[in-house]
Structure formats: structure tokens, C-alpha cells
């Protein structure tokens, strides 16, 4: 079963032990219906307050110092880049980091320090400690300094009756499925 992202094998167990052979058709499907109706009810506005503040409370906790735990840059940078996701209008921000990264950062350098940060922490140790990262540390200000400024995304009437129908929809589907196991 292949839905074009992971799934978490726990969840796919229980759910295909509950389904027939159609199981992996049909959970495929409704992680596809899922991932539309979250694009069609995001709600940008408190998607970007929430990752801003997040970014910033991060950053104040755990990157000022003479030393910082390493992992905590993703800690920043992860909410922080899905804020700029949210900012530019692309939707629900990715889970994967690298998605982030691949669309948000332009400059080569900050590109070169964040792969040099990943290269870092797959290497050490969970609690890692080193010197500030200039680079990451110039952007991640720049960008809170500049947010502070800047006005959410506008929010548009949402049509929540989506998520009625995708319920709806999935339990008959998997009713009729019952029905036919027996």
C-alpha cells in the first residue's frame, strides 16, 4: 500500500485487519479525501499565528547562549518555515522538513548551513551541544524581526460541510464493506 506518503505501520495494521483485500484501495482513498478536506478547511490565519509563536518561543528557550543543543535549530526552523509556507498562500504547511526546505529556502548559504545542521544531527548525539550557527541564527532573526510586521494570511469563509460529507461517505463505505465480509 503505497498512498504517496508513509503511513504509520501501527495504524495500517490496525486498520487493514479490520478491512478485506479492498483495505489498502480504500484507505488510500480516504487519506486522499483527508488530505483535500484539510487543504479546503485550513485555516491560514491560525495555522500562521500558531507556528510564529511557536518559532519565537522556541528560539528564546532554546538558542540563546554561548552553547545550544543542535536539534533545537529544527525545533525553530521547522515552525518557522512553515509559517513562510502559510505566509506565501500554499496551504497546510508539510510534516517533512526537507518538503520545507526545498520550497522555502532560496539562499544557497542557508541552504549549505541547515544541510550542514542535518548532516550534525544525524551523526551525534540526541543532546548535541555547539556554538551557535551564524547563518541560521541571521535568518531565523531577520525572518521573526520581519513577521512581527506582517499581517496574517486573509481569511476566507470556509466551507466546513466537507468534513460532514467525508465522514459520511466513509462510514457507508466502510458499513458496505461489513456488510459484504458478512
Known amino acids: 500500500m503505497n498512498c504517496t506518503r508513509p503511513i504509520d505501520p501501527a495504524v495500517r495494521v490496525d486498520i487493514d485487519a479490520r ?3 479492498n483495505g489498502s484501495r480504500i484507505w488510500c482513498v480516504f487519506i486522499a479525501a483527508m488530505r483535500n478536506a484539510a487543504q479546503q478547511t485550513h485555516q491560514a490565519v491560525q495555522s500562521f499565528h500558531h507556528y510564529v509563536h511557536m518559532a519565537r518561543n522556541n528560539y528564546r528557550e532554546y538558542l540563546r547562549g554561548d552553547t545550544v543543543r543542535l536539534k533545537k535549530y529544527l525545533y525553530v526552523l521547522r515552525p518557522l518555515l512553515a509559517t513562510l509556507w502559510v505566509e506565501q498562500g500554499r496551504g497546510v504547511a508539510p510534516m517533512r522538513f526537507q518538503d520545507l526546505v526545498d520550497v522555502i529556502v532560496t539562499s544557497a548559504a542557508l541552504r549549505e548551513a541547515i544541510d550542514h545542521l542535518l548532516t550534525i544531527k ?8 555547539g556554538r551557535p550557527l551564524p547563518i541560521i541564527n ?3 532573526d531577520a525572518e521573526l524581526t520581519r513577521l512581527e510586521s506582517v499581517l ?13 460529507r467525508l465522514l459520511m461517505d466513509t462510514v457507508i463505505r466502510l458499513d458496505t464493506l461489513s456488510m459484504r465480509r458478512g
Open 152 to 164: 496574517p494570511p486573509v481569511p476566507q469563509d470556509t466551507d466546513f460541510s466537507i468534513l460532514d
Open 122 to 129: 544525524r551523526a551525534a548525539m540526541e543532546s548535541e551541544y
Open 138 to 140: 541571521a535568518f531565523i
Open 19 to 21: 478491512l478485506s483485500a
